[in-house]
């Protein structure tokens, strides 16, 4: 689908960007602050809005709140701009903001929202990334009470954390943690990167883009600065690992349908009843496809 049949040009009788200016405005106070302070877990009055939450009302009222015409939006849900939650929250913006651009390709957007991926087309300078996230605080699996998370935070006392990882290594002998993984921003706060793969952490450190992370359920902002160091918690002599699909034979998979090597592979099932992978970024897939069919 081209960029022109997404946008809408109908009003809908919404006002722009269905929240009211004031719940916009405090919604980008918080922001502000979630950008001075990277890695705090800013609290905000997460408004109602027409859908459950848990299917990304935080990154909805953070986007909308963003959001203004000329800009040129991409939704993408597991990595796919075709999946349920993706194409629903794109058809709400549709109604609800009009001479926004919707687009499928990452290198047009200016705004990039988003469940459970970072693309694989490294994100330029300018560019928003904001993170649907169903829970905020990695310290939650130790400690249950708010109120003692919040000045363990503040304290930066994460030994509790360390203490989880060090008994996954001794039950397993490695890190089980496949997404969530705790995350250090600017050598202080510890974040629940949301629900991105082991092997999009690195892309946070250092990153151009701005990263905003919205949890509407649990009525919080979060957020890492452009060029802000990141660091994925780990032992000295254990190092981080990411997914490596690496095969029986020892070879790295490669997507079935454009062939590349070097993307995050969702594990499929063909008709015949085999395991098939393919890109989890459908429009990286899309593009590596296009430049395998030029050569
Ligand atoms: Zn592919």
Same mark, same amino acid.
């Given at each position: 689908?081209?960029?022109?049949?997404?946008?809408?040009? @109908?009003?809908?009788?919404?006002?722009?960007?269905?929240?009211?200016?004031?719940?916009?405005?405090?919604?980008?106070?918080?922001?502000?602050?979630?950008?001075?302070?990277?890695?705090?877990?800013?609290?905000?009055?997460?408004?109602?809005?027409?859908?459950?939450?848990?299917?990304?009302?935080?990154?909805?009222? *953070?986007?909308?709140?963003?959001?203004?015409? %000329?800009?040129?939006?991409?939704?993408?849900?597991?990595?796919?701009?075709?999946?349920?939650?993706?194409?629903?929250?794109?058809?709400?913006?549709?109604?609800?903001? /009009?001479?926004?651009?919707?687009?499928?390709?990452?290198?047009?957007?200016?705004?990039?929202?988003?469940?459970?991926?970072?693309?694989?087309?490294?994100?330029?300078?300018?560019?928003?990334?904001?993170?649907?996230?169903?829970?905020?605080?990695?310290?939650?699996?130790?400690?249950?009470?708010?109120?003692?998370?919040?000045?363990?935070?503040?304290?930066?006392?994460?030994?509790?954390?360390?203490?989880?990882?060090?008994?996954?290594?001794?039950?397993?002998?490695?890190?089980?943690?496949?997404?969530?993984? /705790?995350?250090?921003?600017?050598?202080?706060?510890?974040?629940?990167?949301?629900?991105?793969?082991?092997?999009?952490?690195? @892309?946070?450190?250092?990153?151009?883009?701005?990263?905003?992370?919205?949890?509407?359920?649990?009525?919080?902002?979060?957020?890492?600065?452009?060029?802000?160091?990141?660091?994925?918690?780990?032992?000295?002599?254990?190092?981080?690992?990411?997914?490596?699909? *690496?095969?029986?034979? %020892?070879?790295?998979?490669?997507?079935?349908?454009? %062939?590349?090597?070097?993307?995050?592979?969702?594990?499929?099932?063909?008709?015949?009843?085999?395991?098939?992978?393919?890109?989890?970024?459908?429009?990286?897939?899309?593009?590596?496809?296009? @430049?395998?069919?030029?050569?």
């Amino acid at each position: 689908m081209s960029t022109e049949t997404l946008n809408s040009t @109908k009003n809908y009788g919404y006002q722009f960007g269905f929240i009211d200016e004031y719940a916009k405005k405090e919604i980008r106070r918080s922001l502000l602050k979630a950008v001075a302070i990277p890695g705090y877990q800013v609290p905000y009055a997460s408004r109602e809005m027409p859908m459950a939450r848990g299917f990304g009302t935080g990154g909805l009222q *953070i986007t909308l709140s963003l959001v203004g015409a %000329g800009d040129t939006l991409k939704v993408i849900d597991q990595g796919s701009d075709n999946s349920v939650n993706a194409v629903n929250i794109r058809k709400f913006v549709t109604q609800t903001c /009009p001479g926004v651009n919707l687009t499928k390709k990452t290198v047009e957007a200016s705004i990039i929202q988003t469940r459970h991926r970072i693309p694989e087309i490294p994100l330029k300078k300018g560019q928003i990334l904001v993170l649907q996230v169903p829970y905020p605080d990695p310290l939650i699996v130790v400690e249950a009470n708010e109120e003692k998370r919040k000045i363990m935070h503040g304290e930066r006392d994460y030994a509790r954390l360390w203490v989880k990882l060090y008994e996954d290594m001794v039950k397993f002998k490695e890190i089980t943690i496949s997404h969530r993984y /705790p995350t250090c921003v600017n050598h202080h706060y510890v974040i629940d990167p949301s629900p991105i793969p082991r092997f999009d952490v690195p @892309k946070l450190n250092n990153s151009p883009v701005l990263h905003l992370f919205g949890a509407g359920r649990e009525k919080k902002i979060y957020a890492i600065p452009p060029y802000t160091q990141t660091a994925p918690l780990t032992f000295l002599d254990i190092g981080f690992r990411v997914e490596d699909f *690496i095969d029986e034979k %020892g070879n790295r998979r490669a997507c079935s349908r454009c %062939g590349s090597t070097d993307s995050f592979l969702d594990e499929l099932q063909h008709k015949t009843g085999e395991k098939i992978y393919q890109c989890s970024d459908s429009d990286y897939c899309r593009y590596a496809e296009g @430049k395998r069919q030029k050569d």
